[in-house]
């Protein structure tokens, strides 16, 4: 099979952050298609433990999913921002937390059937209270849960957010081997 192609690319909508394309793409079996594709600059998010044991977790409003879920600290990168940054500084605006340190968990692709979007995931440690700072768009309360807890309900999916989840599942061997669980 060869490389993929692309052959040509409409604009679908253009937006503050997303944008969208309908791209002619031949793909690497050769066969050639139109794909609805959604540029996205990427985002970070931060498992954050704190020295009690408990995990700093956000329900936040989404309008996409119609109500409020309960996930960890996270957001989009800003143009040029690299994604540690990114961390830091969503984990401050959300939660009135900050770290220096910041173990990377990886990253993901949320839903590459159609979007670039990729999350860079981080465990941070020694927080230290500060400010929140919530944007216009967000509506959300802090929550403190020990660690085992959340754990358990990212296995048992009473935590349904994706980033969350395999954050969660991700820091767990760290969370062993510094005994918090």
């Known amino acids: 099979m060869s490389e993929y192609k692309r052959l040509d690319r409409k604009t679908g909508y253009s937006g503050t952050f997303l944008n969208m394309f309908i791209d002619k793409v031949q793909l690497p079996n050769d066969h050639v298609v139109e794909l609805e594709f959604i540029d996205h600059p990427g985002a970070a998010a931060v498992v954050a433990l704190d020295d009690d044991g408990c995990i700093i977790m956000v329900r936040q409003f989404r309008y996409a999913a119609s109500g409020f879920i309960l996930e960890i600290p996270a957001g989009k990168l800003d143009a040029g921002e690299e994604p540690h940054t990114c961390a830091a500084r969503e984990l401050q ?89």
């Open 93 to 181: 605006e959300e939660t009135g937390y900050t770290s220096n340190d910041f173990e990377p968990l990886g990253f993901i692709w949320t839903t590459p059937g159609f979007t670039n979007e990729k999350i860079w995931l981080y465990l941070a440690t020694n927080l230290k209270k500060s400010t929140q700072a919530l944007e216009d768009n967000e509506v959300l309360t802090v929550e403190k849960i020990p660690a085992t807890q959340v754990i358990e309900d990212a296995k048992s999916g009473r935590i349904n957010d994706g980033k969350t989840v395999i954050a969660l599942l991700r820091a767990e061997p760290l969370l062993k081997a510094s005994g918090v669980i």
